[in-house]
């Protein structure tokens, strides 16, 4: 078996927008007025494609079991609109604070 590439270190946010939906029966009217959700997301990069980029929450660090994630997003690049390094080495870094989007409602993950 072989070792796999470490996690990149850095805690990012992606600022992305998703579908929204109307799951019951509604009026046309209220489904005119449907728009995509903005969304906010911090943690780490697990993977990035050309069409995709794989994010997780939280990592292990340390031990045999350095490869867990959890909470992972799989997120469309043509949904991302951007994506801003706020810590490059979390180990060892302070939080860029100042980085930090302003948003009005967002479950955020701070090391």
């Known amino acids: 078996m072989t070792t796999p590439e470490p996690l990149d270190p850095r805690v990012v946010c992606v600022r992305w927008r998703d579908t929204s939906s109307l799951s019951a029966w509604d009026s046309r009217e209220n489904a005119e007025k449907l728009t ?5 997301s911090y943690g780490f990069i ?12 939280t990592h292990t660090l340390g031990d045999d079991r350095m490869d ?3 909470h992972v997003h799989c997120i469309p690049r043509g949904c991302i609109e951007s ?17 930090l989007p302003r948003v009005q409602k967002t479950h955020m993950w701070v090391p």
Do not use: F, G
Not at 83 to 99: F, G, H, K, M, Q
């Open 36 to 40: 995509p959700v903005q969304c906010t």
């Open 46 to 57: 697990v993977a990035e494609t050309s069409d995709t980029l794989t994010m997780a929450d």
């Open 68 to 70: 867990d994630v959890r």
């Open 83 to 99: 994506v801003i390094t706020l810590v490059e080495e979390p180990a060892t870094a302070e939080i860029n604070r100042d980085r």
